[in-house]
């Protein structure tokens, strides 16, 4: 399975993008936001990490390989959880997916249906089961910095390295991530894990 692709970017159309790699050109599809992020790059290499998928109807014996493609292992992070929502799905994911990660993590977090719900392709009732099923597992994505940094460094197992680790992969800076980690840390609360603590790193944050 291709989880990561480098290449030039030849064609930038509304949903799909071409590729080139050697000799090779890939189409790969992308969300609306991903989309944004690429339009001033034609003709620059740049790196996509993706997702690969089955489309067509099983029954009729007409599969075809697709490619989805976004710019930071986090945003691919998130799309998958989005599409784990019953009634969801790869094409109504790619569909709705016209704000960057963040604003969308901030809506579930804050159960703003009204906002979810203007979505293309997700209406009240769906806005309502994506609430339900991903408001505890958004915050890390509501953490993310406005830039797009790859993340490139290992992962420590203790907490506070892990989380440190983690912020820095959603586009924080040194300073801005150990500054978000004293601010919670300061508090003398002991935390079990990252996810623990990037939690209350959000709640700060959301506190203002």
Excluded at 12 to 39: N, S
Excluded at 155 to 179: K, M, P
């Amino acid at each position: 399975m291709i989880t990561r692709i480098t290449g030039k970017l030849l064609a930038l159309r509304e949903d799909l993008l071409t590729l080139g790699v050697g000799p090779l050109e890939y189409e790969v599809l992308i969300p609306e936001f991903t989309r944004r992020q690429l339009q001033a790059r034609l003709n620059e290499e740049i790196s996509l990490h993706t997702i690969e998928y089955l489309e067509g109807n099983p029954m009729q014996g007409r599969m075809s390989p697709r490619m989805i493609g976004f710019l930071s292992e986090v945003e691919r992070e998130f799309f998958e959880v989005f599409c784990s929502v019953d009634g969801v799905g790869v094409k109504k994911a790619l569909r709705a997916m016209v704000r960057p990660v963040r604003e969308v993590a901030i809506a579930i977090e804050e159960q703003d249906l009204k906002q979810l719900s203007s979505l293309p392709g997700v209406g009240q009732a769906t806005a309502e089961r994506i609430v339900a099923k991903l408001r505890r597992k958004v915050p890390k994505f509501a953490l993310m910095a406005d830039r797009d940094l790859p993340p490139d460094a290992e992962i420590a197992h203790d907490v506070v390295r892990e989380t440190y680790e983690a912020l820095r992969i959603l586009g924080h800076s040194e300073a801005d991530a150990r500054r978000l980690l004293e601010g919670v840390l300061s508090g003398k609360k002991k935390y079990k894990d990252s996810q623990e603590l990037l939690n209350a790193i959000y709640q700060q944050v959301q506190r203002g």
